[in-house]
């Protein structure tokens, strides 16, 4: 299959809504992302929140998931990600609610958001319009707007670039400004190592795409914010190569998932794991990855990523970008249309009948 993934033109044709095209710009819609936080109006907080509450769905939630990693690293505050119709009973005046969704008509951040204006937390939304944008207007809240027409997970950039951004400038995050410029360095490297111009003789995006198509990939992250990319990228095979694949953390999985694997022979003739690490992974996670690899021993190929970078986020964002090539040339060896959702489509549409 090398010859499709180093045809250009094949690949035009695999992917007419231009899914890639929208990868290469990701730097530049980070940067983008960012001047529009740093020159937001952002009216100050009436009090120090006790709590941030992320609410979204989806491509819309992960930013918030990548919020936490900062916050768990840096912040003293802690972060909920809220993936529902309604909120914990915790959210409360304390709490600090970012609702986003990218076109601003997801109805479970909008049940969440007419929540939280109910208990009077202290509220920011964020979207390309809609009816969230709406909302925010007329009960007085501020709402950040980033401009739209691409597909949710395709824009990353816009749903948690601004989330750090605003954080910091509310003192609730330190200054990355340093971090950020250095991720943004990297991720204009990686684009230029794994576009679609690279040969698969020297893409390692293609070459692990290549590996993976016709298998089943178990997504382990090394542990903490790998966690997090790894369920990163299994969304982004779900979507873009419209395949089955799971993600799992370490040490977690030493607890219980490692069982899954004395059977494999019988179970998993055609899975994967792919481990999401970081240069600087303790001897206790390291040990666990070698042993485990060496349970799983012969019976299913075993690939590691390991993050590049200095900071946190620049490695977050690297193993991120990184993955998200993986997904779109597994989609063209899958002969999907990255772009479309018609299961997802067809949901809604039937959601929508209901009052």
């Known amino acids: ?27 530049a819609q980070c940067e983008r992302a960012y001047q529009i936080a740093s020159q937001f109006s952002l009216p100050s907080l009436p009090r120090t929140p006790r709590l941030v509450v992320v609410c979204g769905m989806g491509g819309s939630a992960i930013g ?9 690293a840096y912040g003293n505050i802690p972060v909920l990600v809220v993936r529902d119709y309604h909120l914990p009973q915790c959210v409360d005046a304390g709490s600090l609610v970012f609702a986003v969704s990218y076109s601003g008509n997801t109805e479970e951040t909008l049940s969440c958001y007419r929540e939280a204006h109910a208990r009077g937390a202290m509220i920011l939304t964020l979207s390309s319009g809609g009816e969230l944008q709406e909302r925010a207007s007329a009960d007085g809240y501020p709402h950040l707007q980033v401009p739209g027409g691409q597909p949710p997970r395709t824009a990353l950039g816009y749903l948690f670039v601004p989330l750090m951004r605003l954080c910091e400038r509310w003192g609730l995050l330190p200054d990355l400004s340093q971090a950020y410029a250095q991720t943004q360095k990297r991720l204009v490297q990686t684009r230029d190592q794994l576009a679609p111009s690279v040969p698969t003789a020297q893409n390692p995006a293609k070459q ?12 382990y992250g090394s542990c903490g914010p790998r966690a997090t990319v790894a369920l990163r990228w299994k969304g982004q095979f779900n979507e873009n190569a419209k395949q089955h694949a799971f993600a799992y953390t370490f040490p977690e999985l030493n607890h219980n998932e490692i069982l899954g694997w ?3 022979h019988k179970q998993a003739p055609n899975w994967s794991v792919v481990v999401l690490s970081d240069p600087d992974d303790s001897l206790k996670i390291r040990t666990r990855i070698e042993v485990t690899r060496r349970l799983v021993g012969e019976q299913v190929p075993w690939h590691e990523i390991t993050a590049q970078g200095e900071s946190l986020l620049e490695r977050l964002m690297y193993l991120t970008y990184f993955g998200d090539f993986v997904s779109l040339y597994l989609a063209y060896l899958n002969e999907v249309d990255p772009e479309a959702i018609d299961y997802i489509n067809t949901l809604k549409a039937e959601l929508a009948k209901i009052n």
Do not use: C, N, W
């Not at 992917?15 to 710009?25: E, F, Q, Y």
């Not at 918030?64 to 768990?72: M, V």
């Open 64 to 72: 918030g998931d990548y919020l936490r990693a900062l916050f768990e």
């Open 208 to 219: 692990l795409a290549q590996a993976l198509y016709g298998r089943i990939p178990l997504i």
């Open 262 to 264: 004395v059977l494999a």
């Open 1 to 27: 299959m090398t010859h499709l993934l180093d045809d250009t033109g094949l690949l035009s044709q695999a992917d007419p809504k231009g899914m890639m095209t929208l990868t290469l710009d990701f730097p």
